[in-house]
């Protein structure tokens, strides 16, 4: 659910994991921050592509830090890892990361394919 280019605050549990996880990095409309945190606004362009969802999980699992270039412009912050998160916290902080930011239409990601991700 989107409200005023924002996240909607409280709600889902992935509504409340992004505000407690994401949101301090990304910002609260998953704009990130230019020239240092990347946008969350292309991910649906990201499950698209092979292999796109397991990526993304891998991403919240075990971190980024390799050079990462999102929409031309190169970022090299580091994102760390949310291994702590349970397979089904992390398949519903994903689900509404794209379903808010991009609303994507992407088939949701399970707790089982996040299992299969650890």
């Not at 990304?26 to 969802?53: E, F, I, R, S």
């Not at 050079?67 to 702590?84: E, H, I």
């Not at 398949?91 to 379903?99: K, S």
Request: proline share 7%; aromatic share 6%.
């Amino acid at each position: 659910m989107v409200f005023q280019g924002r996240l909607a605050l409280g709600g889902s549990r992935g509504a409340k994991l992004y505000s407690a996880n994401c949101q301090s990095c990304h910002q609260a409309n998953g704009q990130g921050v230019p020239g240092a945190v990347p946008p969350l606004t292309h991910l649906d362009q990201v499950v698209q592509t092979k292999g796109g969802g397991e990526y993304l999980i891998r991403v919240v699992l075990y971190g980024l830090q390799a050079p990462l270039t999102v929409q031309g412009k190169t970022y090299s912050g580091v994102m760390p890892p949310f291994r702590q998160l349970k397979d089904q916290e992390v398949a519903d902080l994903l689900n509404h990361i794209l379903t808010t930011i991009p609303k994507s239409e992407a088939k949701p990601i399970s707790a089982e394919e996040v299992k299969a991700q650890r």
